[in-house]
């Protein structure tokens, strides 16, 4: 499989709102995707199973974004089963998405197994192309990889070696034998396997060779085709064992895999409110506003308008508004955390998106913070506290603008696992002050916190930067 590369980059955009471009390699930019049959168990929760909704889009939607994210941009599904309905929501997902996303229909969905479905396909595709299956999800990361693998089988089959992974239902998965990398058997009734077969392949055009063969010989499974490439060593794997993927084929795949796609929205450097306090709260908001139409931009233009009332209600000088705002600062914090939460479960993510959430957690830091300076100097009038205030306000500001060198050019040499105190705890500190009517101990906390962060990040970077040279 020695196609031309397309070199492209993987855009992204960390708290902070930086862009950062890191280049990928991708070998094939076409999809074929199989949507034929009926999915006799989940029938009780909708009539079409590609159309199914999981978590605010259906089911062959978000297969279709997962595998966008990995560098497809031309798909190709094989339908059966309902393909009227099918082809139309198919066609407006294209122009939603500028996509182009082609539809075949196989007239013998109902008496022949899913190779046939993939065989349709063979005077379409000229090329190598990665093979879905619609109701088969899996983490972007996965064909990211298989596209990438660099070797000369007809088919490589992402593969998984746990086999005791929890969102696999034993008794209807494909098994697999793999030898050095090769695949020795597959199928559903083997007694000997050391892996999973994920339904997520990378193909070339003698698959369609291997298919016709096993056609004429009544056998239309893809199982069957894979074997037969297999037989003559022409078959690899690629193992994915630790990443997330699931065959929602019943009601209890699927529920398993919606909790478990829940459960891996939270982030690897989340702070610990973030992540004991504000995480689990903002999921249960998101898992509502997943069936309201709202945009991540708007939760987070709503987040900063929570957060300015609460510098208003600080900017009273009044006790009841001040409790009252604390308690909004936290509830900004937690929402704050839905507009990322549903960029990622409905594929919105954005670098303006990331970008004008880190704008506005800047203004609504400093609105908070200035509306706590003027609450401290309306009931202690005194140079002292408009200074603690502002340092407090230029603390915020430094904090944030030296975490893009920090995190960023200084990346490879700085301990990324030292001690941070990120927004959320000091959101939750400034809580914490105003139910406590201690804003002066708040505002001193946190300019001597956020300052002295800014100045070890100084002195540690310069001296990594001297030692280097």
Request: proline share 2%; charged share 20%; net charge neutral.
């Amino acid at each position: 499989m020695r196609d031309q590369l397309k070199i492209g980059y993987l855009k992204e955009v960390d708290e902070g709102g930086t862009l950062n471009l890191k280049t990928t390699t991708t070998r094939c930019t076409k999809c074929v995707i199989v949507a034929a049959g009926k999915g006799h168990r989940l029938q009780e929760m909708g009539s079409s199973k590609p159309l199914l909704s999981f978590l605010g889009l259906p089911i062959i939607e978000r297969t279709i974004r997962t595998a966008m994210e990995a560098g497809i941009d031309d798909f190709l599904v094989v339908t059966g089963y309902k393909h009227e309905i099918l082809q139309i929501f198919l066609k407006d997902l294209s122009e939603k998405t500028n996509v182009r996303i082609n539809v075949i229909y196989n007239p013998e969905w109902e008496t022949k197994s899913n190779g046939y479905s993939v065989l349709q396909a063979r005077g379409e595709i000229q090329e190598q192309f990665l093979l879905l299956m619609a109701d088969h999800l899996f983490d972007s990361e996965i064909a990211r990889e298989l596209i990438s693998q660099d070797n000369d089988s007809d088919v490589i089959l992402a593969t998984d070696s746990n086999t005791n992974n929890p969102l696999v239902d034993f008794e209807d998965v494909t098994k697999v034998k793999v030898e050095n990398g090769r695949i020795i058997s597959i199928g559903k009734g083997l007694d000997t396997y050391d892996s999973f077969d994920t339904g997520i392949f990378l193909c070339n055009t003698e698959l369609f060779k291997a298919l016709e063969e096993c056609n004429q010989n009544d056998k239309t499974n893809l199982s069957d085709a894979i074997q037969y490439l297999a037989d003559k060593g022409r078959a690899s794997t690629h193992d994915i064992s630790g990443k997330f993927w699931a065959d929602i084929d019943d009601k209890n795949a699927y529920t398993k895999a919606k909790k478990t796609i829940i459960n891996n929205l939270n982030k690897p450097n989340d702070g610990f409110i973030a992540k004991r306090i504000n995480r689990p709260v903002s999921i249960r908001i998101s898992k509502i506003l997943l069936n309201v139409n709202i945009t991540p931009n708007q939760i987070s233009l709503f987040a900063f308008g929570i957060a300015c009332i609460a510098s208003i209600l600080f900017a009273t000088g009044l006790l009841p508004a001040l409790i009252a705002g604390g308690i909004l600062a936290q509830l900004a914090s937690i929402i704050d955390g839905c507009d990322g939460e549903i960029a990622r479960l409905k594929f919105q993510k954005s670098e303006y998106g990331g970008w004008l959430d880190a704008v506005l957690d800047r203004y609504a830091d400093a609105f908070l913070l200035f509306g706590l300076t003027w609450y401290l100097y309306l009931n202690n009038p005194s140079s002292l506290s408009l200074f603690i205030g502002f340092m407090a306000i230029i603390g915020s500001f430094m904090l944030s603008y030296t975490a893009d060198k920090y995190d960023n050019l200084m990346a490879s040499l700085i301990n990324k696992s030292s001690f941070r105190i990120g927004r959320d705890t000091r959101i939750f500190i400034i809580m914490l002050g105003c139910l406590l009517n201690q804003v002066l101990l708040v505002l001193l906390i946190l300019a001597l916190i956020m300052n002295i962060e800014t100045i070890k990040r100084i002195i540690i970077c310069r001296t990594k930067v001297e030692i280097l040279h």
